[in-house]
């Protein structure tokens, strides 16, 4: 598993996909993440220490994935991430979170604001279709307003390429997700083992009409395939 990657292109960064006790959610309709977990902290620290041991500091930005939320680390590999911030002067770090858990994040930003650290919160809010998200994704957030929603979050991740999408309703998000976060992070779904599968003629309405309008906007990242952050996947 490729744990450690650097992104040279629209908001340079190193990226780390480190592990935690896995996802307590575990509902989405089209999510099978959850093979890269495990109960035992001691295991996760090595396997974590090990990716943060290879962050040079480069960009002075550190994005930090963990197959679910941030508070599904242990305390000790937090502590491990503000460490490694201070010794190779990251200035900003990047990291995931369901809406579940967004009371948790102030204490977050503040830990690391004590060292000169700022925090970026993104949200996998796939849509801002509700009544889609939450009937057909089942993603488990409630609120439907997008700028409640931000007052948490400055990034947002959408996911595209599934079934009844159009390109009104994926342009439409993306303009939402402008307006509202300061980046916006958009994922095409590959075929996985969840129940929720994509649609390849949705993929393709994305691909013709959407994608060439947002490429080259520098607060979109595009991942066409989950692994295009260069962590995932095998080596
Ligand atoms: S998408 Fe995120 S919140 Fe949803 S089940 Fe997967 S890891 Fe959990």
Redesign the pocket.
Known sequence: MERYSVITEKNPREILLLRGKG??????A??D??EDSSCNTQENLAINKNALNQVKGTYKRLEVVN???FCELDSETIEAILQTCIEKKITTVHFEC?YLYRKQITALREKFAKVGVEVKMKI?VETFDSAYREQTML??IKETDPTKISEYFDECCLLFGLPNQTSESMKNDIEIGLKYFERVCVNIMVENTAPLQPSNEVREIFMKEIYPIYKDNPRIDILLHNTDFGVGGTK
């Open positions: 996802c307590r959610y575990r509902r989405c089209f999510c993440y959850h197959s679910g939320s369901h996998g993603k488990g």
